[in-house]
């Protein structure tokens, strides 16, 4: 099974809005309403901001969103604090396994 | 609250073995999936393996080519993951997570460190 593709880094100011796209195939992104999004920290532990594409678990922001099109899904920030400052994963199920994206930076200007 | 405490890491060598374990309690744990992550240093999450909350359905990555096994025990409220044939490329930290298709809690990870 191969990785997710995310862009390798983004950024925005204080603010602004950004969106994180994670392209997979018909196999995972595409099959299954199943896209989570984690967010970390460096020297952290992950933590789930999106599951089931645009669910947000107690807890997490309104600011955070997701959706899916096709095989691409994507996490919108919106309000953007320096305190979204992490790298973020993208995850599906892909028929009996999991998959991650490879990770995107986020970088608050 | 929710806590996962895993432990069993450490250095091990090249072909060696080893027995991760991962406490859960503040939830019924015998109702959840459990899945197994890792982190290699620097790099991105690598789905590794998932279990049933009755053991009878598991599931690994492909690339890990059969050398791990999940397994749980639900009356030591207990997920553990054997790891046989170990290579440098494992190095990581592994994490234990509740949930299949996605991962709602995590622990705090263990090193495992395979070198010579």
């Known amino acids: 099974q191969s990785a997710l593709t995310q862009p390798r880094s983004v950024s925005g100011s204080p603010g602004q809005s950004v969106t994180i796209s994670c392209t997979g195939t018909?196999?995972?992104?595409?099959?299954?309403?199943?896209v989570s999004w984690y967010q970390q920290h460096p020297g952290k532990v992950p933590k789930l901001m999106i599951f089931d594409v645009s669910k947000r678990p107690s807890g997490v922001p309104d600011r955070f969103s997701g959706s899916k099109s096709g095989n691409t899904a994507s996490l919108t920030i919106s309000g953007l604090q320096a305190e979204d400052e992490a790298d973020y994963y993208c995850?599906?199920?892909?028929?009996?396994?999991?998959?991650f994206g490879g990770g995107t930076k986020l970088t608050v200007l | 609250q929710v806590q996962l405490v895993e432990s069993g890491g450490g250095l091990v060598k090249p072909g060696g073995s080893l027995r991760l374990s991962c406490a859960a309690s503040?939830?019924?744990?015998?109702?959840?999936?459990m899945s197994w992550i890792r982190q290699a240093p620097g790099k991105g999450l690598e789905w590794l393996s998932y279990?049933?909350?009755?053991?009878?359905?598991?599931n690994n990555a492909d690339s890990l080519r059969g050398r791990f096994t999940i397994s749980r025990d639900n009356a030591k409220n207990s997920l553990y993951l054997q790891m046989n044939n170990l290579r440098a490329e494992d190095t990581a930290i592994y994490y234990c997570?509740?949930?299949?298709?996605?991962?709602?809690?995590w622990g705090q990870g263990t090193l495992v460190t395979v070198s010579s």
């Open positions: 995850s599906s199920y892909a028929g009996d396994q999991g998959v």
């Open positions: 997570a509740s949930g299949r298709y996605y991962l709602d809690y």
């Open positions: 503040g939830f019924t744990f015998s109702n959840y999936y």
């Open positions: 279990i049933s909350s009755g053991s009878t359905y598991m």
């Open positions: 018909s196999s995972d992104v595409g099959g299954f309403n199943y």
